[in-house]
């Protein structure tokens, strides 16, 4: 199993930054993609930015060149610099992780950080 734990969230003001922290542990050498989703009041959640299998990045459209998603491998942790932040980034974020243990695959997620963006 993995255990996913995010930190970070918080209330800002429109334009300001946030990071997020998200400390995996357990099976963590298992793991083959790990990133961030969100999810605001009356939506679907939706992909923010993840790291791929391959060591590639994707990130949403709607937060490129806004948000950067990094890793620290000794710590086992992915974080999420939030910069220029707006209303619409209101939302609850949860890290998310694939991979494959023993022969089956897993999809893990945390609790969730919420993420609230006042004018």
């Known amino acids: 199993q993995v255990q996913l734990v995010e930190s970070g969230g918080g209330l800002v003001q429109a334009g300001g930054s946030l990071r997020l922290s998200c400390a995996a542990s357990?099976?963590?050498?298992?793991?083959?993609?790990i990133g961030w989703y969100r999810q605001a009041p009356g939506k679907r959640r939706e992909l923010v930015a993840a790291?791929?299998?391959?060591?590639?990045?994707n990130y949403a459209d709607f937060v490129k060149g806004r948000f950067t998603i990094s890793r620290d491998n000794a710590k086992n942790t992915v974080y999420l610099q939030m910069d220029s932040l707006k209303l619409e980034d209101t939302a609850v974020y949860y890290c998310?992780?694939?991979?494959?243990?023993?022969?089956?695959?897993?999809?893990?997620w945390g609790k969730g950080t919420q993420v609230t963006v006042s004018s």
């Open positions: 998310n992780t694939v991979g494959r243990l023993f022969g089956s695959d897993f999809n893990y």
């Open positions: 357990g099976s963590t050498s298992s793991i083959k993609s």
């Open positions: 790291w791929g299998s391959d060591g590639s990045t």
